[in-house]
């Protein structure tokens, strides 16, 4: 009996601690700065703003990945006073990424409610390789350009494929730095290989819905803001 119970509470222990490194993941990720030209994203009838609000606000956010997925995690943007910045965010401004697939899931909170719809990752046709490169935070990164936009980017391949602070914008490669018309983004550290035992892409419990349906949503939501007394609403 004495036998028995001892291999039972080995058992026990071995499982515990199966179960244990089991939950364990090795995670890295990037942290980005985002600068956005709020004097560019003015519509015509907001021109007159310009007086009263910054050029550029600045926000973080952050790419959560492993080799099989990712996650983006957006953070506020800075305003002033009643001045509202309108950023394709989805739940808790977070977008999930199917790597191996190649698939976005975009969400968006609604009244408590959380919706999502599902699209293709796409490769940005219109950057091309100038030749030149130049190293960020220790990686050496080739430079990208739009020539007709007047746009760059600056990509690594020592990191997985379709990595992007602006998912909009994805290349065979990761995106540390992208200098767009309206938008900046640039990585400011990258933090390699951390175990965590929190299950970082476990999407939220979500109802799926068609892309026309997310833009219907995202509307709604910018009309709130709209409405809301006294505020200005500047759309990304």
């Known amino acids: 009996m004495k036998k028995l119970s001892t291999a039972i509470a080995l058992l026990l222990f071995c499982f515990a601690l199966t179960s244990k490194l089991t939950a364990q993941q090795k995670i890295s990720s ?6 956005i030209n709020l004097h560019k994203n003015l519509s015509e009838d907001q021109k007159a703003l310009k007086a009263l609000i910054p ?3 600045k926000s973080k956010l952050e790419i959560i990945y492993n080799n099989k997925q990712a996650k983006l995690r957006k953070g506020k943007a800075e305003s002033n006073s009643n001045v509202m910045i309108s950023m394709n965010s989805g739940s808790n401004g977070e977008q999930f990424f199917d790597l191996q697939n190649k698939k976005i899931k975009n969400f968006i ?9 599902t699209e293709d990752i796409k490769i ?7 030749g030149k490169t130049k190293e960020i935070l220790g990686y050496k990164c080739k430079e990208l350009k739009n020539n007709e936009e007047g746009e760059t980017l600056y990509i690594t391949n ?4 379709f990595l992007s602070p602006l998912p909009e914008i994805t290349v065979e490669g990761t995106i540390l730095e992208a200098d767009l018309k309206k938008i900046q983004f640039k990585a400011t550290k990258i933090n390699k ?3 965590t035992t929190e299950n970082v892409f476990a999407t939220p419990k979500a109802r799926e819905i068609t892309k026309d349906q997310y833009n219907d949503l995202q509307e709604e939501k910018l009309n709130e803001m709209i409405n809301m007394p006294g505020a200005k609403v500047i759309r990304n």
């Open 55 to 57: 050029e550029f606000a």
């Open 109 to 117: 909170r609604i009244d408590g409610e959380d919706f999502f719809y």
């Open 124 to 130: 940005a046709k219109d950057f091309t390789p100038t």
């Open 30 to 35: 990037i942290e980005f700065e985002q600068i």
């Open 158 to 161: 020592d990191l997985p494929n």
């Open 193 to 195: 290989d951390q175990t």
